[in-house]
């Protein structure tokens, strides 16, 4: 009876063990990235979130990254392994690694996921994005006014909902402005790739363009606008460093709050599956300071930028025709998220094929 009871209160000693030092244990959190941390864009700002998630909680977090991680099989073979390791909250942040994220977190129920920019949801797979394409209508408007040509370039990664709605509010913005304005589109397949987006840079400045914009993750193509004596925009982050004289404005990428509050859920077991989608008003998007323009030009932007948030300028308000005349959106109507998200058209105007 004594060796039973002894027994127990062996066992019950080291499940209190266990149990102290489990709860003692760091959350181990990871993180996918397309690019590399150091592209000062996209995965950088997505980095700057990790290290506000270590700076906040300290050792009661263990963080990780992959970086450089191909769309596809390679994507897949990383989060499983993220998994495997013990990581209990993994965030994807590529439109390219939802299927793969998808397919790992059934193999992992009881792991958490956040896929950025997608919209494949699971029990344990949330999905989160920022409103981008409200910092690229402030883009179109200051473009509108500065351009001489009335040409502008844009650099495009991939023919996919993010990216088309985003052309299409930059068009709109800069329409708001300047009726005249053109967009010419240079496609380069690529998130990262310095090299085919600087060449794409170049041949839209030899097409005239006097104003460069881009949905790339690198300085590239700001640096051959800089090198070029043109203007343009910095993409997911302040780029000013790079382009001292041709940077505008930046669309700034501000994933900070977002992850914090994610891991503090997950900590307090109060983490869903849910969505999230902010942008200005919330301040997931912010606009890099207005620079290299003129004062009225400035304070426009900023106007902008503020009816944005507020909600005064609302950027998919009809009529809206698309490029064959058709109406898409109704006078006085607004398109609703799920059109936004599915966006596979150009708006009337632009003057480019979208490819299929």
Do not use: C
């Amino acid at each position: 009876m004594k060796r039973t009871a002894a027994a127990l209160a062996a066992v019950g000693a080291l499940a209190l063990g266990m149990g102290a030092a489990q709860a003692a244990d760091p959350l181990k959190v990871g993180f996918v990235y397309v690019g590399p941390v150091g592209d000062f864009g996209y995965s950088y700002q997505h980095d700057q979130g990790r290290k506000a998630v270590e700076e906040k909680f300290g050792d009661k977090v263990k963080t990780s990254f992959v970086e450089n991680v191909p769309e596809g099989a390679d994507a897949e073979r990383v989060i499983r392994q993220l998994a495997q390791t013990g990581h209990e909250l993994i965030f994807t942040t590529s439109f390219g690694f939802m299927n793969p994220t998808i397919k790992v977190a059934k193999q992992f129920p009881n792991v958490k996921f956040e896929h950025a920019t997608g919209y494949k949801r699971a029990d344990n797979v949330a999905t989160y994005a920022a409103r981008f394409y409200e910092g690229r209508y402030v883009a179109g408007v200051i473009a509108g006014k500065m351009t001489k040509s009335n040409v502008i370039g844009y650099v495009g990664s991939f023919p996919i909902p993010e990216v088309v709605r985003g052309i299409n509010s930059f068009m709109r913005g800069a329409w708001s402005v300047n009726p005249d304005v053109k967009v010419k589109i240079v496609w380069v397949n690529s998130w990262y790739d310095p090299g085919k987006e600087g060449d794409a840079a170049k041949a839209l400045i030899d097409q005239g363009a006097d104003i460069m914009v881009q949905h790339t993750d690198s300085p590239a193509p700001l640096q051959v606008a800089e090198n070029r004596g043109i203007k343009g925009f910095g993409q997911a982050s302040d780029m000013i460093k790079f382009a001292p004289k041709a940077q505008l404005s930046a669309i700034v990428d501000h994933w900070d709050e977002y992850y914090i509050d994610r891991v503090q859920a997950a900590m307090d077991g109060t983490w869903k599956a849910e969505d999230t989608w902010h942008g200005l008003k919330e301040g997931m998007v912010h606009m890099a300071p207005f620079t290299n323009m003129p004062d009225d030009v400035a304070a426009l932007a900023k106007e902008t930028e503020e009816k944005i948030a507020s909600g005064d300028i609302k950027i998919f308000e009809g009529p809206i025709y698309d490029q064959a005349g058709e109406l898409r959106v109704k006078e006085g109507e607004v398109a609703p998220d799920e059109m936004l998200l599915g966006m596979d058209w150009y708006v009337k105007g632009i003057d480019a094929e979208l490819p299929k």
